[in-house]
């Protein structure tokens, strides 16, 4: 994360974010183009339409020939009508180039995010990440589809207005202008307290959201421990605060609206004065007065617009500022450049050295060597925190370690493009994931090449297909989000048909410590032997239980192997295993 200290960097920064915004407009150049010049024309019709007039009015009293009216009245209805035309075009315009740039912007965004390391999403809060692909984008969106061709154009119109003034009566003009150096303060001051009271929104926003993404999820744990009334005071508090920056935001702009309005209306009345002097002293027309009464009101508009602007406009690369820091953020664990492609993986698994840390130089690994020939089935036993799924998150490449190697079939992991890498490996976690949409949406996993009849036969080896025929609607069974409505027990098996239908050459497996009754525990054990069949199988092992007939036992301590062996031979060896062995047949006895 950036944290602006001093000023110049901040605005550095900006400029960047704007600078990259405007990249975004490239394809789009031809009809922000064509916008522009309708919006010149906008503005030359604006300036012309009280001209329309004045000039009927003068012409009006001259001859007071009824013709005059008819004329202008026909002449200024084709100029309203053009000027519909013209906006039309240009909010059309604007608004669908506009759109299509953030359907961009957050396509990449989540593209991009897809792409990041688990170490960014172990740090990074979910709702904060909603935030940005969602309200982050949609502020960006004002930005290209108003706020730039808004400020052209009222910068336009000023200028115009202005010049056209002048060029009628210079004192007039002079007199109506006499407000702005006080009208230019008042801006730069709301800018300032705009800029303040938005950031402050924005943040507030952020928060809220992130604590709903993160409550709403643990709302079983908030239940159980009956902490609503806690809770709900947090989210009332910080609610709360939201409520309040947006409020300080309105009130910024419900005083800065009216405070212009009232200057421009003492500026009409100034006008009004002096001018109607001068048109009794015969020096200008009735008409000229008129132009410039209209003039005048449509002179503030764009003024206090202007300043309404560039605070939206700094909202927006706020917003883009964070969009971009997310863009910017590089994926820690990077593919290859030229990745070595191995035409099958047989599943040799080696470590060799391996010193890994999460964090700096907290070693959760030290000095970590096996190796695992293919077929060969090890299981890492040991405490909790020892490094077992740390183990297993290396394997797959989920972090980089820090010093050694990891090698499958004798390749360095990391010279192999990470969809090689994993889709070599079937990783079963501790705690199974399953996403919104059905019993086979979910075995498969959007992998195209997995037929109805692979997904039917994976579920029914392992032993699925018994409780998903069961189901109403079978394969088709709606299921929900994190798969509340399962057992933990049918979300295991769930969870071994997806391995095993993307026929992985390496298991791996962080066994649930979840209890699961008998039954259902050996379903799963027998699915279990059937999926490790011909495949090299790693596993982390509570039931010390489903290991007796593991090639390899490996008893890690604080992230070293201290015995490895098999079963019978840790036993006769009296050290740790045996330790953790006894207490275990103890605890199974006295259960
Ligand atoms: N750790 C971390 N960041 C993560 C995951 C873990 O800093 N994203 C730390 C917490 C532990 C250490 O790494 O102190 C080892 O964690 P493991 O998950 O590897 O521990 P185990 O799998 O051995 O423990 P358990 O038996 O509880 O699953
Ligand atoms: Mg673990």
Not at 86 to 107: C, D, E, P, S, V
Not at 221 to 244: A, N, P, T, V
Not at 458 to 475: C, D, M, Q, T, W
Not at 528 to 554: F, N, P, W, Y
Request: with cysteine; aromatic share 10%.
């Amino acid at each position: 994360m950036k944290n602006f200290t001093d000023d110049s960097t901040e605005s550095e920064y900006r400029g960047n974010a704007l600078r990259k915004l405007l990249a975004y407009m490239k394809p789009y150049l031809g009809w922000f183009f064509l916008c522009l010049i309708l919006i010149l024309a906008l503005t030359g019709l604006d300036l012309y339409r009280p001209m329309l007039i004045g000039d009927a009015i003068d012409l009006f009293e001259a001859e007071g020939n009824y013709d005059v009216i008819v004329d202008t009245a026909i002449k200024y209805s084709v100029v309203l009508a053009l000027g519909f035309v013209f906006n039309i075009t240009q909010a059309w315009i604007l608004q669908k180039t506009g759109q299509k740039i953030i359907f961009t912007i957050r396509r990449e965004l989540y593209l991009h995010i897809q792409s990041l390391s688990s170490r960014f999403f172990d740090l990074t809060p979910v709702g904060k990440l909603v935030t940005r692909v969602t309200n982050d984008v949609e502020a960006l969106s004002e930005m290209y589809s108003g706020i730039l061709v808004r400020l052209f154009r009222n910068i336009v119109k000023i200028l115009g207005l202005a010049g056209v003034m002048l060029f009628l009566d210079r004192k007039l003009a002079l007199i109506s202008f006499a407000l702005l150096p006080l009208v230019a303060a008042l801006t730069v001051l709301f800018r300032r307290i705009a800029r303040e009271t938005y950031r402050l929104s924005r943040t507030r926003l952020t928060d809220l959201n992130t604590f709903l993404s993160e409550n709403i999820s643990g709302m079983r744990i908030i239940q159980i421990f009956g902490r609503e009334k806690r809770k709900f005071q947090e989210f009332d508090d910080r609610s709360g605060k939201l409520y309040r920056a947006y409020y300080k935001e309105m009130m910024v702009f419900a005083i800065f609206r009216p405070l212009i309005y009232l200057l421009s209306v003492l500026s009409l009345m100034v006008v009004l004065g002096v001018g109607s002097r001068e048109v009794l002293g015969g020096s200008i027309s009735i008409g000229v007065l008129y132009i410039f009464a209209q003039y005048i009101q449509s002179f503030f508009d764009p003024i206090q617009e202007l300043a309404e602007q560039f605070s939206t406009l700094q909202s927006s690369l706020a917003s883009a500022e964070k969009i971009f820091a997310i863009l910017e953020e590089e994926p820690q664990v990077r593919e290859p450049e030229n990745p070595v492609i191995l035409p099958r993986i047989l599943g040799r698994i080696e470590f060799s050295h391996v010193w890994f840390a999460y964090d700096g130089e907290n070693y959760v690994l030290r000095d970590v060597s096996f190796v695992i020939e293919p077929g060969q089935k090890v299981a890492f036993v040991g405490a909790t925190g020892a490094g077992k799924t740390s183990i297993l998150n290396l394997i797959g490449r989920y972090y980089d370690i820090q010093r050694g190697t990891i090698t499958i079939d004798g390749t360095d992991i990391r010279l192999l493009s990470k969809k090689q890498l994993r889709s070599a490996i079937g990783q079963m976690q501790q705690d199974v994931f399953i996403f919104q949409g059905t019993i086979e949406s979910n075995i498969r996993l959007y992998n195209e090449s997995i037929t109805r009849e692979d997904v039917k036969q994976a579920a029914e080896y392992v032993n699925a297909s018994r409780f998903i025929e069961k189901l109403p609607r079978g394969y088709e069974e709606p299921v929900s989000e994190r798969g509340a409505t399962f057992s933990a027990g049918e979300r295991q098996l769930l969870s071994f048909a997806r391995t095993l239908a993307h026929k992985p050459a390496i298991l791996v497996m962080d066994e649930a410590t979840a209890n699961i009754d008998t039954e259902t525990e050996l379903l799963i054990q027998e699915a279990l032997q059937k999926l490790m069949e011909g495949r090299t199988t790693i596993m982390v092992a509570h039931r010390l239980s489903t290991i007796q007939h593991a090639d390899c036992i490996m008893v890690m301590h604080k992230g070293k192997i201290r015995e490895r062996g098999t079963h019978q031979e840790l036993l006769a060896r009296n050290g740790i295993y045996k330790k953790l062995y006894e207490l275990q047949i103890h605890h199974d006895v006295t259960a």
